[in-house]
């Protein structure tokens, strides 16, 4: 498995070719991920940008790399 403490700063959403496979939950998440403008200088804290990222995530149903859930305050380990 990834090292989900890792993964933060900016990030793009893509459709093929991503550096980690991710399935959103409610519950039970390997990460807890805050969507932020600016700062995501934190493990959890995901700047979404359209390009140059530090990693590219696919949303996927099943079998991803990791679970993440959305925050909008305490993001990283649960």
Same mark, same amino acid.
């Given at each position: ?8 700063? @900016? ?21 807890k ?11 959890? @804290? ?21 679970k ?8 990283? @380990?649960?």
């Open positions: 498995m990834a090292d989900v403490m890792k993964v933060y700063g @900016k990030i793009q959403y893509v459709d093929s070719f991503p550096d980690y496979r991710v399935e959103v939950v409610s519950s039970f998440p390997d990460l991920v805050e969507e932020v403008s600016s700062f995501a200088d934190a493990p959890g @804290k995901w700047q979404i940008v359209d390009s140059f990222p530090d990693y590219k995530i696919q949303k996927v149903s099943s079998f991803g790399d990791f993440i859930q959305y925050v909008t305050s305490f993001p990283g @380990k649960p």
